[in-house]
């Protein structure tokens, strides 16, 4: 079943993706060639001024498709940001574009030409022709899923983020991966996977490289390790694609129950403070202001309620009012604090003033005046 679902997700992105994708050919001065490459917008892109994240997708010509699309259904749910995607298509090209030297394992000849086309030529062109953020990422599969790897090594490395799908590692490149990682200054996400129908070697490498990385201590790089049952080297990309944007993303996406059960519930602070700090992480990673989502308003106020620290409902609902000034979510959770905490007529005036302002996430204004109208009966008021 989670095959065909799989397939279905695929399919249908892929029809989607059919109508909104530009391919162009790219005069590249560093390959001394013109170069296909595919563009899919975010569907939002011409509604608004919105900026997006870039994914650079290598091996476009079979691995865009399946990025393109993943990222399209991930971003309806907003479990990921809206992203720009960019294919680079290297039919017949792919061994010449990643050649390195078997001497030192570093970019020569066409190799060398490539990656300055993808960093001096193609980053900035799309930074320049389109509405962009900081925040980059590269994926790659076999030999490009060792290409990327080359960004890391510049002073400040081109991608934030690196999706090694199977990767055929140059002779040199885990020392040079295990050398350069300790000293990243900034955040940077590593997404590998194999699986245990992979090439011998290749797997055998791959988990060598997790291992390796695994001993790293750094903070700056978050990593991500997949070792999965059942596809081969080529279907590798379709089962992996979704959970590397998923660990990539995960701050991003609502607060779910899990985060909710393990995390939420569990913390000795203000439950509020680590709603600001998650939003105010979105931004400073991927350089995204979110607006806070009404769930998760909803979660922090359950989590409050749960737990019985009623204090934090003050916050909340200041909060809540700077989010969402013209409805009543903000009067809401301030009448449950000066309610909880024995306010009652504070309480009773806030939700009555709350009526003139919409509805929101399932908080009516019958709701309100029924809160009122209980406090009245109750006090005497």
Request: hydrophobic share 40%; glycine share 6%.
């Given at each position: 079943?989670?095959?065909?679902?799989?397939?279905?997700v695929?399919?249908?992105?892929?029809?989607?993706?059919?109508?909104?994708?530009?391919?162009?050919?790219?005069?590249?001065?560093?390959?001394?060639?013109?170069?296909?490459?595919?563009?899919?917008?975010?569907?939002?892109?011409?509604?608004?001024?919105?900026?997006?994240p870039?994914?650079?997708?290598?091996?476009?010509?079979?691995?865009?498709?399946?990025?393109?699309?993943?990222?399209?259904?991930?971003?309806?749910?907003?479990?990921?940001?809206?992203?720009?995607?960019?294919?680079?298509?290297?039919?017949?090209?792919?061994e010449?574009?990643?050649?390195?030297?078997?001497?030192?394992?570093?970019?020569?000849?066409?190799?060398?030409?490539?990656?300055?086309?993808?960093g001096?030529e193609?980053?900035?062109?799309?930074e320049?022709?389109?509405?962009t953020?900081?925040?980059?990422?590269?994926v790659?599969h076999?030999?490009?899923?060792?290409?990327?790897?080359?960004?890391?090594?510049?002073?400040?490395?081109?991608?934030?983020?690196?999706?090694?799908?199977?990767?055929?590692?140059?002779?040199?490149?885990?020392?040079?991966?295990?050398?350069?990682?300790?000293?990243?200054?900034?955040?940077?996400f590593?997404?590998?996977?194999?699986?245990?129908?992979?090439?011998?070697?290749?797997?055998?490498?791959?988990?060598?490289?997790?291992?390796?990385?695994?001993?790293?201590?750094n903070?700056?790089?978050?990593?991500?390790?997949?070792?999965?049952?059942?596809?081969?080297?080529?279907?590798?990309?379709?089962?992996?694609?979704p959970?590397?944007?998923?660990?990539?993303f995960?701050?991003?996406?609502?607060?779910?129950?899990?985060?909710?059960?393990?995390?939420?519930?569990?913390?000795?602070?203000?439950?509020?403070?680590?709603?600001?700090?998650?939003?105010?992480?979105?931004?400073?990673?991927?350089?995204?202001?979110?607006?806070?989502?009404?769930?998760?308003?909803?979660a922090?106020?359950?989590?409050?309620?749960?737990?019985?620290?009623f204090?934090?409902?003050?916050?909340?609902?200041?909060?809540?009012?700077?989010?969402?000034?013209?409805?009543?979510?903000?009067?809401?959770?301030?009448?449950?604090?000066?309610?909880?905490?024995?306010?009652?007529?504070?309480?009773?005036?806030t939700?009555?003033?709350?009526?003139?302002?919409?509805?929101?996430?399932?908080?009516?204004?019958?709701?309100?005046?029924?809160?009122?109208?209980?406090i009245?009966?109750?006090?005497g008021?």
């Amino acid at each position: 079943m989670k095959r065909i679902l799989y397939l279905l997700v695929i399919f249908f992105s892929a029809q989607f993706i059919a109508a909104q994708v530009t391919y162009k050919n790219f005069n590249s001065e560093k390959l001394g060639e013109a170069r296909e490459i595919k563009i899919q917008l975010p569907r939002s892109y011409d509604s608004g001024d919105k900026s997006y994240p870039i994914i650079v997708v290598l091996d476009g010509d079979y691995m865009f498709e399946i990025v393109a699309g993943n990222v399209e259904y991930a971003a309806y749910w907003e479990d990921i940001p809206e992203a720009i995607v960019v294919g680079i298509n290297q039919f017949d090209k792919r061994e010449s574009d990643t050649m390195y030297s078997e001497q030192n394992s570093l970019p020569v000849e066409n190799g060398e030409a490539f990656f300055d086309f993808i960093g001096q030529e193609l980053i900035p062109y799309i930074e320049k022709t389109y509405r962009t953020e900081k925040f980059k990422v590269a994926v790659g599969h076999g030999i490009t899923a060792n290409f990327i790897n080359y960004y890391l090594f510049k002073e400040i490395p081109l991608f934030n983020a690196y999706i090694s799908l199977s990767p055929e590692l140059a002779p040199d490149m885990q020392t040079f991966l295990t050398e350069r990682l300790p000293n990243i200054s900034t955040k940077t996400f590593y997404y590998l996977a194999t699986s245990n129908n992979d090439i011998k070697g290749v797997k055998t490498k791959t988990e060598a490289l997790n291992t390796a990385i695994k001993g790293i201590e750094n903070k700056n790089v978050l990593s991500t390790f997949d070792n999965f049952d059942g596809p081969t080297h080529y279907s590798l990309p379709a089962h992996a694609i979704p959970k590397a944007l998923e660990s990539i993303f995960f701050v991003f996406k609502p607060i779910s129950m899990e985060e909710y059960k393990e995390t939420i519930l569990k913390l000795e602070t203000s439950p509020v403070d680590y709603l600001t700090e998650k939003y105010e992480t979105i931004q400073d990673l991927f350089g995204i202001k979110k607006p806070i989502l009404v769930n998760d308003f909803r979660a922090i106020a359950a989590a409050i309620k749960k737990s019985k620290k009623f204090e934090y409902f003050e916050p909340l609902g200041k909060l809540a009012r700077k989010q969402y000034p013209n409805t009543l979510l903000g009067n809401y959770y301030l009448g449950r604090f000066y309610e909880e905490t024995g306010n009652t007529k504070k309480a009773m005036k806030t939700y009555q003033s709350a009526y003139i302002l919409e509805e929101i996430g399932g908080i009516t204004k019958d709701h309100v005046l029924e809160l009122s109208d209980q406090i009245k009966a109750d006090f005497g008021y």
